[in-house]
């Protein structure tokens, strides 16, 4: 991370597990164990989510906890978009 100069670097591993390393250290959370309908957009959300609780003011581990969710929920549902 110091290499480039990184606050954050985000790994996710599907259905087992995310890590986040900051500089306050890490966080690894489980991923939910739902019935997986498709995958498609899994990443994105899990991103927007993230991003979106961090410039909101969440600290790491709640953005962490709601960009898993998220990713969670939209594995439950076929195609990139869930009806509202």
């Known amino acids: 991370m110091s290499r480039w100069d990184l606050r954050l670097l985000i790994l996710t591993a599907g259905a087992q597990y ?3 390393y900051s500089g306050d250290g890490l966080s690894r959370i489980r991923t939910p164990e739902v019935e997986v309908a498709d995958t498609v957009g899994a990443g994105d959300s899990f991103t927007g ?8 003011g969440k600290s790491v581990r709640e953005a962490h906890e709601a960009a898993v969710k998220t990713a969670a929920e939209v594995c439950r549902h076929a195609g990139a978009w869930i009806a509202l």
């Not at 989510?49 to 909101?56: A, Q, Y």
């Open 18 to 20: 995310s890590s986040v």
């Open 49 to 56: 989510s993230f991003i979106g609780s961090v410039l909101n």
